[in-house]
């Protein structure tokens, strides 16, 4: 199970909308630059001044920039705009904008950044394994247990708990580690779909 399984509903809310900006010249790339500039953006910001009540903006962010990953991906596929640009802006800002939105949290747990840069790093790996889907003949996969969509939900969740005066302490370890775990069973399911997909297309 994976958040990422309600996309299609999300996209039905989301596409008069899209509708509406392709008529107004709106690109796929434009949106997909704005969400990772911004999302860059905000990371840095709460890096250097990680006040706990800013941390609010993780969760609104992270809801609004989910619908701005859907819009662009619906502008390129359902108004023409697909790009061998488009795919390298969409694939690349994504790693770098779950990159500045998790390092925040790495700044405000007293513990290590350690285990939040590897939190980071296997984030990082995720998409990379899904994208590799599409070099062996197999589709992009978004497997969970922690896609995309699961850990901006999880991520947004500590930037509640931070804004109401939430402390990172002890337990902190335990949740990362949890975290990665569950990033490596991502990892695995990913490569596991990707190869059994490629190997029934060869038949």
Known sequence: MSVYQLKSRFQDILRPLVHSLAARGVTANQVTSVAAAVSVALGLFLSIAPLPRWFLLVPAWFLLRMGLNAID???AREHGQKSVLG??????????SDAALYLPFAVIDPNDLMPVM???FLSALTEFAGVLGQTVGASRRYDGPLGKSDRAVLFGALGIFTAVGGTFAAWTAWLWAMVALLLVWTIINRIRAGIREAHTAAR
């Open 118 to 120: 590897a939190v980071i």
């Open 73 to 75: 991906g619906m502008l």
């Open 87 to 96: 795919a390298y802006l969409n694939e690349i800002g994504d790693v770098v």
